[in-house]
């Protein structure tokens, strides 16, 4: 099972963001937008939309260096995938 990133839309990240028993990251870096749950959020303070909004700026650019980007991966649609059509990209 696959998991979607809440940050960017990213919807292969293999754990969940967030163990639902505990609550703490899973330290997973999403190879999209780059957001590693559990330390971006918990240890440098970044919330979801903040590191978005980052991401947005700096030019919605893959980040994994040792991933490449899926075949016909577009961060925009994923973005409106997550965001749906009435927010903000």
Do not use: N
């Not at 919807?11 to 330290?27: F, V």
């Not at 999209?32 to 909004?53: H, L, M």
């Not at 030019?59 to 991966?73: L, R």
Request: net charge negative.
């Amino acid at each position: 099972m696959m998991h979607t990133c809440p940050v960017c839309g990213y919807t292969d990240l293999q754990e969940p963001p967030r163990s639902a028993k505990t609550g703490g990251g899973s330290y997973e870096i999403c190879p999209s937008c780059g957001f590693e749950f559990g330390v971006t959020d918990d240890d440098q303070s970044y919330s979801y939309e903040a590191w978005r909004e980052k991401w947005i700026t700096d030019g919605m650019k893959w980040t994994s260096a040792g991933q490449s980007a899926p075949d016909g991966w577009d961060p925009l649609d994923a973005l409106r995938e997550l965001l749906g059509d009435g927010d903000r990209l």
